[in-house]
């Protein structure tokens, strides 16, 4: 799967930007019609959609793919979900948010998103960690212009993201389309995480701690994007949770202490 955002709407961390992205011709970050070309060209029988606000999305169905993983490319109110992977209590997440029995698990992953949108009583990491399995998703919201992804903790599936030419922003699960698109400006999506256009990336996992940036070094000495870790000295002081008055994509990424 590959989406696309220009800087205008996603602020992913600044460190994921590397100074070294300049390199030789290979190194070099491309633009985000070449990054899909190059997609389309590795999946030919790939499909993706470009929206108005500045935002692309690419996936592979699963029988289109040699990957025994799951992939689900759904639309709801204009809400699109990329979703690979699994959710092993997808049949009880079905149960608690009242949906259809053949709800699959991008479907469940919007409604969750919606939930925390229009009324949820619970933060957003909270939500995200009553997802058991193996997954990774990318939200946009085409109305709102908003973007959620959120990659489970246990390693099994693997996401990318980077910084394009032109500043957009990449995230695949294909790390040759990463690295080949944004040059130096690539890195692991830390696992435990997730990442909205708004509040930034924190991890779901430790949400009252921020994030810190570990340099990246690639085989020639030149820095290479950012590694995300949890910082267990640095904590954030509220992450308020948000009633049916509120909106809660609406974070507080300045508060904290250290």
């Not at 608690?96 to 957003?124: H, S, W």
Request: charged fraction near 20%; aromatic fraction near 10%; proline fraction near 5%.
């Amino acid at each position: 799967m590959l989406a696309i955002f220009q800087k205008a709407f996603a602020h992913p961390p600044q460190e994921l930007n590397s100074p070294g992205g300049g390199g030789g011709a290979s190194q070099k970050a491309k633009q985000p019609d070449e990054i899909l070309r190059d997609f389309h060209k590795l999946h030919p029988s790939s499909f993706s959609a470009t929206f108005g606000g500045g935002a692309t999305l690419a996936s592979v169905s699963s029988d289109q793919h040699f990957s025994l993983k799951r992939r689900l490319f759904c639309s709801l109110d204009n809400i699109f979900c990329l979703f690979m992977g699994n959710l092993d209590n997808l049949s009880s997440l079905i149960k608690q948010y009242g949906l259809c029995k053949l709800t699959n698990e991008a479907l469940l992953v919007i409604e969750a998103y919606r939930t925390l949108r229009d009324r949820g009583p619970y933060p957003a990491d909270q939500v995200v960690k009553d997802l058991d399995g193996s997954f990774a998703f990318i939200i946009y919201d085409s109305i709102s212009g908003t973007i959620f992804v959120a990659l489970s903790s246990d390693g099994e599936v693997k996401l990318y993201w980077g910084i394009g030419a032109d500043g957009s922003v990449v995230i695949s699960d294909e790390l040759d389309i990463a690295k080949g698109g944004c040059g130096k400006s690539f890195a692991p999506f830390p696992t435990g995480c997730m990442f909205h256009s708004d509040g930034g990336l924190r991890s779901y996992e430790h949400p009252m701690h921020k994030m810190k940036a570990m340099p990246r070094v690639d085989s020639e000495g030149i820095m290479c994007g950012a590694n995300f870790k949890v910082d267990k000295f640095t904590r954030i002081n509220t992450m308020p949770r948000v009633g049916s008055a509120a909106n809660w994509t609406n974070w507080d990424t300045n508060s904290s202490s250290s």
